[in-house]
């Protein structure tokens, strides 16, 4: 007779699974929320109009196809409606991903650091992480990522920039990368923040020589939908089709799949936007190499100082006193998102006090 438990069994992997930080919101109106790498700008009004008449469906299910938002999205991209799969940001798309190509005790290999989310969404799937340094230079170490390569490797997650360190892969180098992989492996692009990068790493253009790839894509960033949890892959037919049905039921909401279609209709008012963070973020990270910070290049709408130790607790408790939110690793560095000019401004001050790193 099996005896009495008081509480759920939870498997041992759960059990000693890192919950994912998320950046750190503020608790007065004077703090600057650069934690998360949000868009700062407010909501287009188009999008906000979607957003309403949508909310006027909300007692019923969405389109769990989200046919109109993959078509929009192929169209967008230049593909075809079939290539491309949809989820709660690209946080699920990557999940979907991994149950998709990964059965328990495969491998899947990412740079590190990188997106905190990609080891625990491995190990919840019963992956095996394989993490493989960046270089000195806080770029993908691709030559060492492909000698890590076994026969139990089935997925490669690539993200371009980078995040946190903020470098993007050189189109040659993937080129090159890509032709060491065999066939059986998939390889993720996470392109999470492409569109702030300063060239086009052409990942898509791609995808008919190597079937094996995949590029995730996301509107939380450039298209400021953070809140409403939309994310897609594009890639071969017979992987989106795979993805699909890995998805959670009904997993994007009716409100996000009409406001991503319009902020799609709305990308020459985007763009706009994203130049403008573009701009501050060159402005900023100028700045901070004139006066002596070490900045890799970086084609997010944030930035990397790499720092451990006492330079790394004084830089984070600099921001904490200035009320400014940023994203720190302890054992790296600190991720700083940029946002307005004003909040810009202020960050700059912070990091340009002389005492600051150079006593």
Known sequence: MIGRVSTPTIRPTIASLPSYVAGRKPVSALAAPLASNENPFDPLPSALAAAREAAESMNRYPDMAATGLRA????????????????????????????????????????????????????????????????????????????????????????????????PIDRADLVAFLAKVPGFITVAIDEAYADFAPSDLGALGLLAEHPNLC???TFSKAFGLAGLRVGYAIGNP????????????????????????????????????????????????????????????????????????????????????????????????VRVSIGTPEQNDRVLAVLTTPELFFE
């Open 72 to 167: 929009a999205i192929a169209s967008y991209h230049g593909v075809t409606p079939d290539q491309v799969a949809v989820g709660p940001g690209s946080s699920g798309v990557i999940q979907q991903l991994l149950n998709a190509v990964c059965d328990a005790g495969d491998e899947v290999i990412y740079a590190w650091r990188s997106f905190e989310a990609y080891p625990i969404i491995a190990a919840v799937s019963g992956a095996a992480s394989i993490p493989v340094p960046l270089r000195a230079d806080e770029n993908h170490d691709l030559d060492a990522m492909a000698c890590a390569i076994t026969r139990r490797t089935r997925l490669i997650l690539l993200c371009s920039p980078n995040n946190p360190t903020g470098v």
């Open 215 to 217: 590029v995730l894509r």
């Open 238 to 333: 017979e992987l989106a089709s795979a993805l699909r049905r890995t998805e959670v039921p009904f997993g994007v909401s009716t409100i996000a799949q009409r406001v991503a279609i319009a902020s799609l209709e709305a990308r020459d008012e985007l763009m706009v936007r994203v130049a403008a963070i573009v701009a501050e973020r060159d402005r900023v990270t100028g700045v901070l190499r004139e006066r002596g910070f070490s900045i890799p290049p970086t084609g997010g709408n944030f930035f990397w100082i790499r720092a451990t130790g006492e330079p790394y607790l004084r830089l984070m408790a600099a921001l904490d006193a200035a009320d400014i939110l940023a994203r720190g690793f302890v054992s790296d560095g």
